[in-house]
């Protein structure tokens, strides 16, 4: 089993920078792809963001291009999201996934690909 804790979330004004961060414990995730998801008031949750397990492969969701990094350090079994420019679109609550399905390095989008989920921490942009 893995227990996710995603914390750094908060209240942000547009343009403004936040750092999410995603602890796990239990096991480690060194083998797990590892995604950011978020979903807004009234939608559903989507896939922001993942990173493959060496970290040498990373994807984003279009909206975020540009404005978001993933990253990882296996050795404190943590995940981050770098998150700048920020929108009021970006509003939600943002969730972290792990992926222990399938290969390493193949990179997944889609909240079924997922086995293990955080509780979430909330981001709110301010315009």
């Known amino acids: 089993q893995v227990q996710l804790v995603e914390s750094g979330g908060g209240l942000v004004q547009a343009g403004g920078s936040l750092r999410l961060s995603c602890a796990a414990s239990?096991?480690?995730?060194?083998?797990?792809?590892m995604g950011w998801f978020r979903q807004a008031p009234g939608k559903k949750r989507e896939f922001a963001a993942a990173?493959?397990?060496?970290?040498?492969?990373?994807y984003y969701v279009d909206s975020v291009k540009g404005r978001f990094t993933i990253s990882r350090d296996n050795a404190k079994n943590t995940v981050y999201l770098e998150m700048n420019s920020l929108k009021p679109e970006d509003t939600a609550v943002y969730y972290c996934?792990?992926?222990?399905?399938?290969?390493?390095?193949?990179?997944?989008?889609?909240?079924?690909?997922?086995?293990?989920w955080g509780q979430g921490t909330q981001v709110t942009v301010s315009s």
């Open positions: 239990g096991r480690t995730i060194s083998r797990f792809v």
């Open positions: 990173i493959s397990w060496d970290g040498g492969t990373t």
């Open positions: 996934a792990a992926s222990g399905l399938g290969p390493p390095d193949a990179i997944r989008s889609m909240t079924y690909d997922y086995d293990y």
